[in-house]
């Protein structure tokens, strides 16, 4: 079982960055399509940022320019600058592997709350 496990949330103020982390037990990221979400109080779940199996990477058009998704053999990392308000939310990790990518695993999520 596949358990993806969030850390590197917290309180922020406006204009900060905090960077963060997903990981999961024995798994190698380099074979899942990982992605980033986030969900706001009374809002929808909604996709932050991806990265593929190859390394390819995709971000929302409204972290564009300020959230990079990157990883290394065994975390996935969400690097977040210029924090606004609006980028409170509670982040989840999602995990797909390349060979079942109709499964997918969530973590627990991560809150990160931006606030003077």
């Known amino acids: 079982q596949v358990q993806p496990v969030e850390s590197g949330g917290g309180l922020v103020q406006p204009g900060g960055s905090l960077r963060l982390s997903c990981t999961a037990s024995?798994?190698?990221?380099?074979?899942?399509?990982t992605a980033w979400y986030r969900q706001a109080p009374g809002k929808q779940r909604e996709l932050v940022a991806v990265?593929?199996?190859?390394?390819t990477t995709n971000t929302a058009d409204s972290v564009k320019g300020r959230f990079t998704i990157s990883r290394d053999r065994t975390a996935v990392y969400l690097q977040m600058n210029s924090l606004k308000p609006e980028d409170t939310a509670v982040y989840y990790c999602?995990?797909?592997?390349?060979?079942?990518?109709?499964?997918?695993?969530w973590g627990q999520g991560t809150q990160v709350t931006v606030s003077s």
């Open positions: 999602n995990l797909r592997h390349v060979a079942a990518p109709d499964r997918a695993y």
């Open positions: 990265i593929g199996s190859d390394g």
């Open positions: 024995g798994s190698i990221f380099s074979l899942y399509l």
